[in-house]
């Protein structure tokens, strides 16, 4: 059974501070997939990044960063000098291998930024 | 830029009376599934489905629940017989390819249940 744990249930930083996500997975699958989502207050889901268990390296998109370590099993996100827009929920996600694969999402985690 | 769009985007029903959520896949997408989120809490799966079939569902998609592609552009979830504990957000989602590929997700369709 796969399973996604977000430890981490609400973290206040004030903007500009650089934050750290956590995420931790669990599968039984040599190939699977890792998500993050985002959901901002107006409630949608936002696609952010997709990383398959064979790519490793860390990922830079701006101010976001991904770092992927399967010896942990952890997929940790990490904002740079956050802003206020960054506040929101934020889900880390797996899927394994398979048609129409569902996704497993983690409890989110709440990310506030204040001024 | 394609987006996945669900109406109605808040529904407000009564115990016992069926409802239907309607969602619009992107257009070129193959794959289509149903999350739900209660106020709060995590976005569970309930159910994918591919070539007018269901592939997958979870343990929460009973009998209660069906899904149905009644033309090429629409997807809707039916609940027969509503519940108190049925009020959540419900997501859809779409993906474009039979490997586990980025869903888009829908803006959701708040459903309460007096």
């Known amino acids: 059974a796969q399973k996604v744990t977000q430890a981490q249930t609400e973290i206040s930083v004030v903007e500009k501070e650089d934050v750290t996500l956590d995420c931790v997975y669990e599968t039984r699958d040599t190939t699977y997939y890792l998500f993050w989502y985002k959901q901002p207050p107006s409630g949608e889901l936002v696609f952010l990044i997709r990383r398959n268990s064979f790519d490793e390296q860390n990922e830079i998109s701006g101010r976001y960063s991904w770092n992927f370590q399967k010896s942990t099993s952890s997929f940790n996100f990490t904002i740079t000098a956050s802003q206020v827009v960054d506040s929101a929920v934020y889900f880390c996600a797996l899927s394994e291998s398979g048609t129409a694969s569902k996704l497993t999402f983690g409890t989110g985690t709440r990310l506030q930024v204040t001024l | 830029e394609p987006e996945v769009t669900q109406t109605p985007s808040h529904q407000v029903t009564q115990m016992g009376q069926e409802v239907i959520l309607r969602c619009v896949p992107i257009s070129n997408h193959l794959y289509f599934y149903w999350y739900r989120q209660i106020l709060g809490q995590k976005v569970e799966f309930l159910v994918s489905?591919?070539?007018?079939?269901?592939?997958?569902k979870s343990e929460i998609f009973d009998d209660q629940f069906s899904v149905e592609r009644p033309d090429g552009s629409n997807f809707t979830l039916k609940i027969r017989s509503t519940k108190l504990e049925d009020s959540a957000m419900y997501f859809c989602?779409?993906?474009?390819?039979?490997?586990?590929?980025?869903?888009?997700f829908g803006p959701g369709t708040r459903l309460t249940v007096l």
């Open positions: 489905f591919y070539n007018n079939e269901i592939s997958e």
């Open positions: 989602a779409s993906s474009a390819l039979p490997s586990p590929d980025t869903q888009y």
